[in-house]
């Protein structure tokens, strides 16, 4: 079982940053592939991006260029730094994990987190 904590979300004018934080504890040998979703009241929720144990990432046409997601394996942190943020960036955000990476693209990843609100304002 695999417990992913997520933190650094609140609010933030457009154009502003924010660091989201994953911590990930119990059994995480299995979580080759992690990642960010987002989800807004009455929407799926969608794929932000990714990133696998060897370090390569990938990221939604949405966000690339703004976003940047990274890890740090001796601390079993995810982070997603967010730059440029517009209001329609405005969700909830959660953490997943998964041992494949078809998992995390089909959106079905085994383990979530709580999730963390963000809120971009014009």
């Known amino acids: 079982q695999v417990l992913l904590v997520e933190s650094g979300g609140g609010s933030v004018q457009s154009g502003g940053s924010l660091r989201l934080s994953c911590a990930a504890s119990?059994?995480?040998?299995?979580?080759?592939?992690m990642g960010w979703f987002r989800q807004v009241p009455g929407n799926e929720r969608e794929r932000v991006a990714h990133?696998?144990?060897?370090?390569?990432?990938s990221y939604s046409d949405v966000v690339k260029g703004r976003f940047t997601i990274s890890q740090d394996k001796t601390k079993n942190m995810l982070y997603l730094q967010m730059n440029s943020l517009k209001p329609e960036d405005t969700a909830m955000y959660y953490c997943?994990?998964?041992?494949?990476?078809?998992?995390?693209?089909?959106?079905?990843?085994?383990?979530w987190g709580q999730g963390t609100q963000v809120t971009v304002s014009s």
């Open positions: 997943a994990a998964d041992s494949t990476v078809w998992s995390i693209l089909l959106g079905q990843p085994k383990y």
């Open positions: 119990g059994d995480t040998t299995t979580t080759y592939f």
């Open positions: 990133i696998a144990r060897g370090g390569s990432t």
